[in-house]
Every structure is written in structure tokens, then in C-alpha cells.
């Protein structure tokens, strides 16, 4: 089978463990081989986070390396730059079009890059944009920016739709359920 | 998850007793043995990890499967135990998951905890994968068991968090324990001490041996260059073997120590040169050279020792790629140079709302002015240490803030010293610094910040939230009385987020004679509802920037004006912005816009 390597990048805080979460239960329910690389701990207090997810290659290394993730999946503006060097030049790049600023620049000492999504675009030409904050504030709540995040994934993928709701029912709390599925159709439909 | 798999290889082993302390990167593996308790388990977070190794021993003594889980700087703590357990030895089989954190990505040291393995004389099984770690861990039951000895499973950060589908056997295997007999076995003494260390050497040679026909320790491939390893390293080693098509004999080692004697000598045989990949420290390496050396081989041994490898910090794929592309004389493709300018770090920081940020910033307005140090310790506000709140001078190990602060008061009787230590940590190894101060007499602020949590690791419970991993609720035990109770005759309790009662309670405690102790009380912000943003009146804002350059909030942001604004999807409300705006701009739900 065709393998795929994911790249989730985002702040710690953003719900990107969730993704990984999600996407490794719909690598199991498919019968895929998968490999998911996190990072728990200090750096999830706000800091710059990866995540790994490799499907459908028996891998040994769980890590994802520079020019090799087929999608780069993107909670952050900044944090799309700071990773896009391991993006294949074809890769899907989807970016959630929300800007935190780090404690550098809120404190002034540094700038916040310009024009990061047309910078990307330049260089690769699968960028899409996702008003992903928006879009989970409609669904009632600024948590689920991650799961509209999988939503748009989702519809790049070859795998069935309700692969991916039936792997949201079976990851977020059942009170949470009826939104989550709000949010992925918002990202799902884009 | 690495840390899930271990967890339900135990359960499947049989465990009975489970004991631990929350650590990064070992944390999952008890939390999800107590989700999937069927109630046969007693599973606890222990206070620390000496007593979680000690509750544990006392099980195993009992003859009770125990696992006892931390991460390698958890070991240290527990090290008292751990040693003379090695020497005692155990009648049900016992394991210790000790998590390496090489990088560290989330840790003080690295610190290789297969050394803490041949120190003690106790086996060590060293996972390369999630699925393995899963065998390993039931291998290790039986192998306790087995020769009566404690043995250390170690998983590093890249196999405890990296998930992998696994098939899980539901067939738990029944073993019940036989109970606690007496015996003289059990109580050391130097007679004693003296017999059991002849008897651990003669079992390490039955151990390497034994280790030689293990299924985690495998040879294969041929020619005369040899790669051995370890560990996530040799999942990269695999890869890259793999993707340059190489044709050499390799060495995956799954037992580090006792090390598989017979089976190297079978590797290093026709030989000229080995690269030996492994995390951390040369343990393989060391292995290797002395095994070449005792037999007299001609062989090459490459690694650490030589300069081909680094010591510290992580491994990758293409760190292993190079090294082994340059063994074998094989081009290593260039890895095209990064078109992205330089950009702003990211570094972690206290979340917005975050109550340690209006404690330190009390302490520091308290403090403006005067001659003060401030000790910190392991926890989510060892960020305080960040511009611009600047209020975490030392940080050295858990408990640590509060001894620390003594030593500098010895040195430095005009200045005021300020410890700062969290819930977990106080309990953790916080208390005998205290009573060694107020037995001393040393005077030192003592500054409990109490969230209700033991928040970096992902919110454990412990003695001071009165729930357990069973379930079940006990009395809390009240911080300020256990201070009054060791002689603290100067405790009070505020909220930081009071920010004119706190700076004066700081100020008042630094006067006091002796230890005095301030415990700030408010709830860590993943355990609240997150109420209604704060706005900024821009009418009002004169663009100071006052509240920017003081407390390092990651929900404000200037815009172009120079005027602030809050972001609302992160801010909690806390209120310490509005509190020190001196314009009045800043304000709750009803605040005009």
C-alpha cells in the first residue's frame, strides 16, 4: 500500500494531540499500518509542536524527515514556516489561518513574519487556507479547530467519510460528539 | 501509545499492584492501567518515587506481580530502594518502567538509566518499538519471577509517545499472590548483604547467557562490516540499511545488560569493523570493546568513543543515515539547504490565566528594590524563569527550591530568599527541606503554589486533592496545617489573583524571623470553565505598554497603534492585567469597549 507521512504543526494547547489521536484510529480502522511520533510535556505549555503520523508503510522510524511529508497539516501561520522545509514540493499543505504570537514578538523583541501564506505559495503550489477558528466558534466552540483541521484532511484522503466520523465518536467524549462531527462536516465541505 | 502498550502487556501479565510517580515521558502507563482496571489492580500515584518503589517491593514480597513506573530522573529518588532491593530480591515478579528522555525534550538530565541497571545488577530489556515494548514488558514478569530479582524495562520518549497498532491478547494470565511469610530473608544485614552480592555475580553470568538465546537479541546479515544497536536507533539503523540496500551483519540488542556475551562474540566473529548506534551513553559500545578486547579480536569498534556519534542529545534518521552512509563508503545525499529566514523562537511559556504568573508577579512587586533571590523548582512554573517575569533564579531537582534557598541564606544573610515550589512537588520531596529550615532556623519565604494539580504532566491527583487512582476520595491533607504542625508559626493562605493582598502578605513574610509561608491557592486554568475574555477599552489604552513588559500574558498582543488587545479565545479572565493597567483600561464582561 501506498504510504503517506503526515505532519501535524501547531502550538502546544492547539488540540494537535487529539489530531494524531483521531488519525491513528482511522489508520487502524482502515487496516493500515500506522506510526504516530508526539511530544507531551513542557513544550505543550504554549511552545512550538510536532507531531509525526506515517500510514500504510511498515516503517521502522516513526519520525518524519525534511522533504517527506506528503501533508503538512498546519494549526499556525509561523509554525507552517517554521516546518514547510520538511514538506514535499507536491505536498498538501493546509494552513489554519490563525496567527499567535509568541512571547518574542508580544514582548517586541521580535517581528512576526509578513505575508507568510503567499511566502509558502510561492514554493509550493497545494496551499490551502482554512478560516479554521472561525469556522469552530460557529460550531460553538474555539476547541474544535483541530477537528475542522481533520475535516479538510479528511476530504483529501481517499478514505470513506464515515471512516472518519466513526473514528471521531470512538476518540472525543460523548458530550462532545455531536460538535466535533459539526466541526469536521465545516472542514469536510471546504 | 508505547506508554499504553507496556500498560496492557502488565495487565495481561498479571499485575496486581501498580505504583508510580507522574513523569514525562512515562506518565500513560499508569494512568492507563487504572482506565482499564477490572478492580483486581490496586493501582496508586505514590507521593514519590522511593515510596512507590518501597509500596511496590512490599507486594512483591507478598508475591503480588508489581510494576512501578517513573522516568530516569524518577530513579534517582528511588535509588535508596532500589539498591538493596537488588540484594533482597523479590518472590513476585517485579518490573520498573524508567522512561529515558534523550534530547531532553522534558527533563533535567540524560541520564542512562542501563547504567543504573549494571550498578544494581539488575536486568534491563531496552524496547526499539511500541509492539516490542508490549513483549518486553511480559517477558519481564516472567523473568523476575524467575531468578527473584527486580527487572528494568526502559523505554525512551520515542517509544513511550509513538503509537502503532498492536494486537492485544485478552487472555490475562491468573497469578495469585501467595502473601507475606516470615522470613529472615527479608530483613538486611551486612552478613547477609555480604552472601546475596556473591550470589547476584554468579547470576549475572547465568543472565548473559540466558540473554544470548533471547528472541530481543538477534544477529543477522553477513560480511566483514558489522552494525550493532539499540533502542529507537536501530529502528532508524533498519530504515536506513533498508533504503541504501546495504549488505552487512547486524546486531540488535534488546538486553543491554547483563549483556549477551556469547551471542556478540558470534556478531564480532570475521569482523574488521562495527558501528555501534545507540541513544545516551556507550553501554553497547563499552560492551563491545570489551568483549573484542578479552578475546583478542582485530575489530574496529566505532561509536561514541571515537568521536562518530554524539553523546548527547537525540538521534535521528538522518543522523543515522550519515553515519552509517560513511561506515560503508557510501555517498550520503545532501540535504538541501533551508530557504527559511530566521524566525521567532517559540519557546513554552505559562498558558494565559495561568495562576503561577500573578504569584510570581506579587513576590516581584513585593521584591522591587530589595536584595532577593528566588529558588525554583520542577513543575510548570519552573517558566517563571521567562522574560519578563525573570522570578526562577535556581532550578536543580524536585524539592530542591526550598534546601537551595538555605545554602544562599547561609552565604548571604542580607538577602531575601523566596522558594517556590508546587502542590505535587511540596509533597513530593518539598517537606523534610522545610522541617530542615525551621529545625535550623533559616530564615526563608516558603511559596507553595498550590493549582489543585499536578498540571505539566497532564493533572495528576495527589495527597492535597484527596482523589485517588482508585477512585475513591480521602481527607485532603491541608498544606498550612501541616506547615503550622512542623513549626511554620507564619502560614497564610491567599489567592494571587488578589493582587493587593498578596504583595502585602509577601511583604509581611519577608520580615518574619525564621520560615514563613505564603501558599497561593488558585486552580490550574485546565480545571475551570473558561469564563468570558477580558477586553482592552481602546478609548482608554494609552499605549504604554506597561502590561505587556511586566507579566508575559501570551493572550495580549500590540497592534499597530501601540494599543493592546486581548486575544478571547485564550484568555481566562484572570484579571492581573486589568488589575495593574493603570488607565483602568482593561476589564471583565460588562467592561465598555
Not at chain 1, 518574542?104 to 517581528?111: F, R, S
Not at chain 2, 490496586?42 to 517491593?57: I, L, Q
Not at chain 2, 559500545?285 to 571515537?306: C, F, P, Q, R
Not at chain 2, 506579587?362 to 532577593?372: I, P, Q, W
Amino acid at each position: 500500500m501506498r504510504s503517506t507521512s503526515i505532519m501535524i504543526v501547531g502550538v502546544g494547547g492547539q488540540g494537535t494531540l487529539l489530531t494524531s489521536r483521531i488519525l491513528g484510529t482511522v489508520g487502524i480502522s482502515t487496516g493500515t499500518d500506522v506510526k504516530v511520533s508526539e511530544v507531551h510535556g513542557m513544550s505543550q505549555r504554549g511552545g512550538s509542536v510536532v507531531t509525526y503520523v506515517k500510514m500504510g508503510d511498515k516503517v521502522h522510524s516513526p519520525i518524519i524527515e525534511k522533504g517527506e511529508a506528503d501533508i503538512l497539516l498546519c494549526f499556525e501561520e509561523l509554525e507552517a514556516l517554521r516546518w514547510i522545509d520538511y514538506a514535499k514540493k507536491d505536498a498538501s499543505i493546509i494552513i489554519n489561518t490563525q496567527r499567535i504570537d509568541p512571547m518574542p514578538v508580544i514582548t517586541g523583541k521580535a517581528k512576526y513574519p509578513e505575508n507568510i501564506v503567499e511566502k509558502i505559495k510561492a514554493d509550493y503550489p497545494n496551499v490551502v487556507t482554512v478560516p479554521a477558528l472561525e469556522l469552530a466558534e460557529a460550531c460553538g466552540s474555539i476547541k474544535a479547530v483541530n477537528v475542522v483541521m481533520i475535516g479538510v484532511l479528511a476530504k483529501r484522503t481517499d478514505i470513506a467519510e464515515e471512516t472518519w466520523l466513526d473514528a471521531i465518536r470512538k476518540t472525543v467524549k460523548p458530550q462532545f460528539v455531536d460538535l466535533n462531527i459539526e466541526a469536521f462536516k465545516k472542514g469536510y465541505s471546504l | 501509545m508505547g506508554n499504553e502498550a507496556i500498560a496492557l502487556g502488565a495487565i495481561k501479565a498479571g499485575v496486581r499492584v501498580v505504583c508510580g510517580y507522574p513523569g514525562t515521558p512515562s506518565t500513560e502507563v499508569l494512568e492507563t492501567v487504572a482506565k482499564n482496571n477490572d478492580g483486581s489492580i490496586y493501582v496508586e500515584w505514590s507521593v514519590n518515587e522511593k515510596t512507590a518503589m518501597e509500596v511496590a517491593a512490599g507486594a512483591a514480597y507478598s508475591g503480588a506481580r508489581t510494576m512501578v513506573t517513573m522516568k530516569q530522573v524518577g530513579l534517582n529518588v528511588a535509588s535508596d530502594p532500589l539498591m538493596s532491593l537488588a540484594y533482597i530480591g523479590v518472590k513476585g515478579g517485579m518490573v520498573l518502567v524508567v522512561a529515558d528522555d534523550p534530547g531532553p525534550l522534558s527533563s533535567q538530565t540524560e541520564q542512562d538509566t542501563r547504567h543504573f541497571a549494571k550498578f544494581s545488577n539488575l536486568p534491563v530489556l531496552d524496547p526499539s518499538t511500541p509492539e516490542e515494548a508490549y513483549a518486553m514488558i511480559q517477558a519481564a514478569f516472567a523473568l523476575s519471577e524467575k531468578v527473584g530479582l527486580p527487572v528494568i524495562l526502559r523505554p525512551t520518549t520515542r517509544v513511550c509517545h509513538a503509537c502503532a497498532s498492536i494486537d492485544v491478547d485478552d487472555n490475562r494470565e491468573e497469578h495469585i499472590p501467595s502473601g507475606f511469610e516470615k522470613d529472615s530473608r527479608w530483613v538486611i544485614f551486612p552478613r547477609l548483604s555480604y552472601k546475596k552480592h556473591i550470589e547476584i555475580e554468579k547470576l549475572q553470568t547465568v543472565l548473559a547467557e540466558t540473554f544470548s538465546e533471547s528472541p530481543f537479541n538477534r544477529v543477522s546479515g553477513k560480511g566483514s562490516l558489522g552494525i550493532a544497536g539499540s533502542g529507537i536507533a536501530w529502528a532508524y539503523a533498519q530504515d536506513v540499511i533498508r533504503d541504501l540496500d546495504l549488505d552487512v551483519k547486524t546486531f540488535k540488542v534488546g538486553t543491554p545488560y547483563p549483556f549477551p556475551e556469547k551471542l556478540a562474540e558470534s556478531f564480532l566473529e570475521g569482523l574488521e569493523a562495527v558501528l555501534v548506534l545507540e541513544e545516551l551513553d556507550p553501554v553497547i559500545e563499552e560492551a563491545l570493546l570489551e568483549i573484542a578486547g578479552k578475546n583478542g579480536l582485530k575489530v574496529t569498534i566505532s561509536g561514541k568513543k571515537d568521536g562518530t556519534t554524539p553523546y548527547a542529545g537525540e538521534y535521528s534518521y538522518e543522523l543515522v543515515r550519515k553515519a552509517i552512509a560513511e561506515f560503508t563508503g557510501r555517498s550520503d545525499p545532501e540535504v538541501p539547504e533551508t530557504t527559511i529566514p530566521p524566525l521567532p523562537a517559540r519557546p513554552p511559556v505559562l498558558c494565559a490565566g495561568c495562576p503561577h504568573r500573578a504569584s510570581f508577579y506579587a513576590v516581584k512587586k513585593a521584591m522591587k528594590g530589595r536584595k532577593a533571590v528566588f529558588t525554583g523548582d520542577i513543575g510548570c512554573y519552573t517558566l517563571g524563569n521567562a522574560k519578563p517575569l525573570n522570578m526562577v533564579d535556581t532550578c536543580l531537582c524536585m524539592g530542591a527550591s526550598v534546601s537551595v534557598a538555605q545554602g544562599i541564606k547561609r552565604v548571604e544573610p542580607d538577602t531575601r530568599l523566596f522558594a517556590f515550589i508546587g502542590d505535587s512537588t511540596f509533597f513530593h520531596t518539598g517537606i523534610p527541606g522545610v522541617i530542615n529550615a525551621v529545625y535550623n532556623q533559616t530564615d526563608i519565604v516558603l511559596v507553595v503554589l498550590d493549582n489543585s494539580t499536578t498540571a505539566m504532566t497532564g493533572h495528576q491527583p495527589h495527597p492535597g486533592t484527596g482523589r485517588t487512582m482508585m477512585g475513591s476520595v480521602s481527607e485532603k491533607i491541608d498544606i498550612a496545617g501541616l506547615l503550622k504542625s512542623i513549626g511554620v508559626k507564619w502560614v497564610r493562605k491567599i489567592n494571587p489573583f488578589d493582587q493587593k493582598a498578596a504583595i502585602s502578605a509577601v511583604k509581611e513574610a519577608s520580615e518574619v524571623k525564621g520560615v514563613s509561608a505564603i501558599i497561593f491557592e488558585a486552580p490550574c486554568i485546565a480545571l475551570i470553565k473558561k469564563p468570558e475574555a477580558f477586553s482592552v477599552d481602546s478609548d482608554k489604552c494609552r499605549a504604554c505598554g506597561l502590561c505587556i513588559r511586566e507579566i508575559g500574558c501570551p493572550s495580549m498582543f500590540l497592534i499597530d497603534d501601540g494599543k493592546v488587545q486581548i486575544e478571547p479565545s485564550t484568555c481566562y479572565a484572570c484579571g492581573l492585567c486589568g488589575s495593574i493597567c493603570p488607565f483602568g483600561a482593561i476589564g471583565g464582561m460588562n467592561h465598555e469597549n
